[in-house]
Structures are given as C-alpha cells and as structure tokens.
C-alpha cells in the first residue's frame, strides 16, 4: 500500500493546533500529524479535530503522536514547537530555549523527511529558521520562515479599520526580521491597487506601522499569558497551501538571501514566490533611502541573534 500524502506539525500548542486544524480543513493532505513531547495532548487534539470532520465534511485525517517514526516522508513540516513569550520579554529572549528545540526537531526531520520543505514558526523567527536551516542542511529553498504573512495581516488590519475598508482589499507588504526592527512598506502597501500613502498622511502611516511593528506585544500584554495564534496558524496554513498546491504566491516570507536585496548569506523577511520548490524565487522590490536604511537595521539586529547562537554553541 502507497503511504498516504503527509504533512507534519510539530507542537500541539496553541499555534500548532489551529495550524493542523487548518492544513486538515483545506484538505492539503491526506495525514496530518501532529506532534509533542506532552503525553495525550496531541492525540487527545487529534481526536477531536477528526471528531469535527464529521460535522464539517472534510477528508483528511489528523493523527496525534509522540513518536517521531509517525512523521516519516512527510512533504511538508510545519516547525512551530518552542516557548511563546510573555508581558516584557522580547522574541530573543527565547533563544536558547527554542534553539535546544530546533535542535532537537531537525534531527528526526532530517532523517524521516529528507525531501520536505520546512516552514518554521518558532521564536524568535529569523535566527531559528537559520538554525533549523543549519541543522538540517536543506537547500535554502526549503526552509522557509513565516513572519511576514502576520506582519502584514496585522498592518492590512490596521490600515482596513483607519480607512473604513474591507481588509479583503487591503494588500500590505512587511520586510525584514520578526521583531521590532521589521519593516512595513507603505510604498508597496495598495487598497485595490490604490497606494496607501494616496489614502493617509505620513503621521497617521507611521503611527500605524509602528502599532504593526509592536503587534504582537500588544496580544501578548492583552493575554497575559501565550501569544498571538489565529493569524499565526492562518499564516502558517496560508503558506502550506501556495506550496503544496503550487499556487506560486507572492509572499513575504523569511527566506535565505545571496546577495539580494545587498544582502548575503543571511535569513531574513522578503518578498518571495512559494510554490512546489518552495521559494521559487525572491522579488527584490526599489527601496527608497529611508527603507534601505531600515533594512541595513533589521539585518543587523538578525545577525545579532545569530551570533548569540553560536556563542550559545547551538549553531
Ligand atoms: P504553546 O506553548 O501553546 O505550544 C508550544 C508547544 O510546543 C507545546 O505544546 C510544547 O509541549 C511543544 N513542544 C516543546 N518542545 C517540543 C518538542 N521538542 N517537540 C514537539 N513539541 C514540543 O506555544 P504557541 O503559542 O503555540 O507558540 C509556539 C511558538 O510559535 C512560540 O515560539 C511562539 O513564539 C511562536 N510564534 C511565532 C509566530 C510567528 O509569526 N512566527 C507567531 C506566533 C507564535
């Protein structure tokens, strides 16, 4: 018998099952599998997510495990294991805690799926898709980070309810790390097609692009405990979807960059086509003096990260 189509979730958190719940109702394979450390809580999530197949009709199955085996040939996995942040900390604090899990993750992807694309969800975004990326030694095209898709929803959401607009007709772009430093794109922001700068002052841009930069901050204060996990898991099945169904979206996602954008050697958010190969490509867009500057700063702030992997001795 042939092995069913399969996509892996890795973490049974908040993130992860709404992720799983997501993949399953778009039917974009045949088996997710969900998978924890924690005894019982993906197979008891698993159980009810297939429970409610039956009353929404859809076709795929989710099985929930412990046991890596379970996550063998998997076409694509969904990392979102790992610490969310809490009131006043920042995604960096996580680094060692989430790094040691990546660790852990990319071992068994690396062995079981060795032909999987990988989107990685886990904080704090940028270095640990360049973590997951070292410790598994994929091409670069197949270890994706997402970020950009919430960042821009976040910054789509804002602009719709300013404007008094369907956010279905607000298109944003957001570049650069998951953090602080991102860099929304007013310039390449448009309402169908109509820039936004057309539609809003500089002031009222800026105060709604720095309302985007502190998004999650803001959810994370408002829950007191956890983070942000609709949009992130809506993201995250956003991506699945243009990859496993080769859609070639265009979308910014946290990719591998060899000198675009001046860029080299280094993950970071940017716009990039996803489809069957993962990023198909990357879309380096004009930036005007001020975004350049703005880029030049993210990136900065990745490699920090980065280096603190490496002192840490997980990279
Ligand atoms: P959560 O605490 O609800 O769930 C995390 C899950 O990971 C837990 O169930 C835990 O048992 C599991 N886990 C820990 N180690 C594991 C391992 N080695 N293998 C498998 N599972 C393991 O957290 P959450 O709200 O789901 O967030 C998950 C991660 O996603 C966090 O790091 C968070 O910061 C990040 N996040 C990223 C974005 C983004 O835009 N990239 C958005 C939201 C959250």
Redesign the pocket.
């Known amino acids: 018998m042939s092995q069913p189509s399969r996509i892996t979730v ?8 709404i992720t799983a719940q997501k993949c399953a109702e778009k039917e974009l394979a045949e088996e997710i599998v969900l ?4 005894e019982g ?2 197979q008891g999530i698993a159980l009810d997510l297939d429970q409610s197949a039956a009353v929404e009709g859809w076709g795929s199955r989710v099985v929930g495990t ?1 046991d890596p085996a379970a996550t063998a040939g998997s076409e694509l996995v969904i990392m ?6 809490g009131p006043g900390m920042s ?1 960096s604090d ?1 680094l060692a805690v ?1 790094g ?2 990546i660790a ?2 990319a071992r068994y992807v690396r062995e079981r799926s060795p032909d999987a694309t990988v989107i ?6 940028d270095p ?1 898709t360049a973590l997951m990326r070292a410790k598994l030694g994929f091409p670069a095209r197949r270890v994706i ?3 950009g ?3 821009a929803a976040r910054f789509s959401w804002f602009l719709a309810e300013k404007l008094a607009v369907g956010v279905a007709d607000v298109d944003a772009m957001v570049l650069g790390a ?1 953090g602080d430093s991102m860099v929304p794109l007013p310039r390449a922001t448009t309402v169908n097609g109509v820039p936004v700068p057309e539609l809003l002052d500089r002031p009222a841009l800026e105060k709604l692009a720095d309302r985007t930069k502190n998004g ?1 901050a803001e959810i994370v204060n408002l829950l007191k405990t ?4 609709f ?2 898991a809506s ?2 099945a956003l991506m699945a979807k243009a990859i496993l169904r080769d859609e070639k979206r265009l979308l910014p996602c ?1 990719c591998f960059v060899n000198g675009e954008f001046g860029f080299e050697g280094v993950y970071v958010g940017v716009p990039a086509v996803l489809g069957r190969n993962g990023v198909e490509r990357i879309v380096e867009l004009s930036l005007d003096t001020e975004a350049r500057i703005a880029m030049q700063k993210t990136v900065g702030a990745i490699q920090k990260d980065v280096d603190a992997l490496r002192q840490l001795g997980l990279m």
């Open positions: 890795v973490g049974a958190g908040h993130v992860g099952m998978i924890d450390v924690l809580r993906p412990n979102t294991a790992g610490k969310p942040r995604r996580l989430n040691k899990i852990d993750v990685v969800v886990t904080n704090p975004l640990m980070g997402m970020a898709v919430l960042d998951h999650g956890g983070s942000a996990f949009a992130p993201g995250s946290t």
